[in-house]
């Protein structure tokens, strides 16, 4: 199947997590507002208000159907592209730990972004320096240490147990991105979770992974996206 996925073409954002998963299927799509049909046929699709229309990309187009939501989206692919367990109750455990991770970023954007999204950081910066000292002293230590503890009672390489699924594609994102905005603190921070790292090693040295990290097809970080460096924020 030919997948179209529909995220804002300037930024990774939530539509990154989505992107690694049909990267490492080696799964075909087109990320269509990164195209020739730019963000109009985006925004015309949330418009149309026909069949199931989603509220805010990331969606995916898969034959007929239309998906939203970016944890939504991962449990429809986990299933088809070898990315969950097939057990029902398998794919239940990874999609609640994909709704967790959602909870977190929504959390590292509220860093920059404390006050809402409709005010510029520049507008909010006292609230953002408060919000993120709060965050690595209590909400990193808690999400991180949470995974971390499940790599351990797993005893295998990835969340849970030996096979890899879309949760350990979307944690190689969280470790990446807090490397990126915070790299002062996630390299204080990287002792506590040796087990995470290691697993964002052995996610970044798989083939299509690695390939598409080193394509064009990977936008890099930068300041529009969840994932944002603002040095008054590092240490």
């Known amino acids: 199947m030919q997948y179209q996925l529909y995220y804002w073409p300037m ?8 992107r690694l998963a049909l990267e490492d299927a080696g799964a075909r799509y087109d990320d269509v507002a990164r195209g020739k049909a730019g963000m109009g046929a985006m925004m015309r699709m949330m418009e149309t208000h026909k069949g199931t229309p989603p509220f805010a990309p990331p969606f995916l187009a898969a034959g ?23 057990a029902e109750g398998g794919q239940l455990w990874v999609h609640q730990l994909q709704l967790t991770i959602a909870d977190f970023v929504l959390e590292i954007h509220d860093t920059h972004h ?6 510029y950081y520049e507008d909010q910066k006292a609230p953002a320096k408060k919000r993120t000292e709060e965050f690595w002293n209590s909400r990193v230590p808690k999400y991180l240490g ?20 879309y949760v350990d594609l979307s944690l190689f994102q969280i470790v990446e991105g807090l490397r990126y905005a915070f790299p002062k603190r996630m390299a204080r921070f990287e002792k506590n979770i040796p ?41």
């Open 114 to 119: 404390p006050l809402g999204p409709s005010l």
């Open 64 to 86: 007929k159907l239309m998906i939203g939501q970016t944890a939504n989206i991962l449990l429809y692919l986990g299933a088809r592209h070898g990315l969950a367990p097939k």
């Open 146 to 165: 949470y995974f971390e503890d499940l790599v351990r009672a797993g005893g295998g390489a990835f969340v849970t147990g030996r096979r890899l699924t």
């Open 11 to 18: 930024i990774q954002g939530r539509g990154e997590y989505v």
């Open 195 to 235: 087990r995470l790292i290691a697993l964002r090693d052995r996610v970044a040295e798989r083939p299509n992974i690695k390939a598409y990290l080193a394509s064009e097809r990977r936008i890099p970080f930068n300041e529009e996206g969840i994932f944002r460096r603002y040095k008054a924020l590092d240490l």
